[in-house]
């Protein structure tokens, strides 16, 4: 059986690569797994047949061979223990990359997530105003020290790993505020994880879909 994954019918994000489905195509394209995608509707993610899949109604979602998974973390975790090119061979090397795949996902996107909540859900809230700075500050404080720990480096440790797929997904979403810009190696960080050719057929299956 293929490996069927879960996208939006129509991305909020207009196909800028933000949604969390460009991370699986990512790692499939860096493994070189052929896949086929599922796109659902807003109104089909709440149905009983989504939901069996996914308990929380979102995307995406990965199948394959009676296997079923969500969360995209756990997916490209999935993806990249049984295939070559996104976790070292040495054990300890390998433990970090795991590592920094869980501080991408539990450390760093956290206060991002809020940004977006502040802005678009809470954004005509009359403690607006003041909650907004507070968040923004909390992303500075992660991204200050991730980029300390970066410093002229290309990749988080040593070479490119799943942890690097997951920090530079997740580094992705500060691009609208501007925060990126503020730390000159991590927007040349994340410039890096583009130009990656597997990035580059992800972006564009997921923006082909958009654009149509």
Request: proline residues 6%; negative net charge; charged residues 25%.
């Amino acid at each position: 059986m293929s490996i069927v994954i879960t996208a939006f019918e129509k991305s909020p994000d207009g196909g800028m690569g933000l949604a969390r489905d460009t991370r699986v195509r990512w790692a499939l394209e860096e493994a070189g797994r052929p896949y086929d995608v599922r796109l659902v509707s807003f109104q089909a993610m709440k149905e009983p047949a989504h939901l069996a899949a996914h308990p929380f109604g979102q995307i995406p979602t990965y199948e394959e061979d009676g296997l079923c998974l969500f969360e995209s973390g756990a997916i490209v975790f999935h993806i990249a223990q049984r295939n070559e090119g996104l976790l070292p061979g040495d054990a300890h090397a390998r433990a970090r990359a795991v590592t920094w795949m869980f501080a991408a996902l539990s450390t760093v996107e956290p206060p991002i997530l809020d940004l977006s909540i502040a802005r678009f859900q809470e954004g005509d809230k009359p403690w607006a105003a003041e909650r907004m700075p507070l968040v923004a500050d909390r992303i500075r404080q992660r991204l200050d020290m991730l980029s300390r720990h970066l410093g002229d480096a290309e990749w988080l440790d040593g070479a490119f790993s799943a942890g690097d797929l997951m920090m530079v997904s997740v580094l992705l979403r500060t691009r609208p505020s501007g925060i990126l810009d503020e730390f000159p190696n991590l927007a040349a960080y994340v410039a890096r994880g583009e130009a990656r050719p597997a990035y580059q057929r992800a972006f564009a299956a997921q923006w082909a879909v958009n654009a149509a």
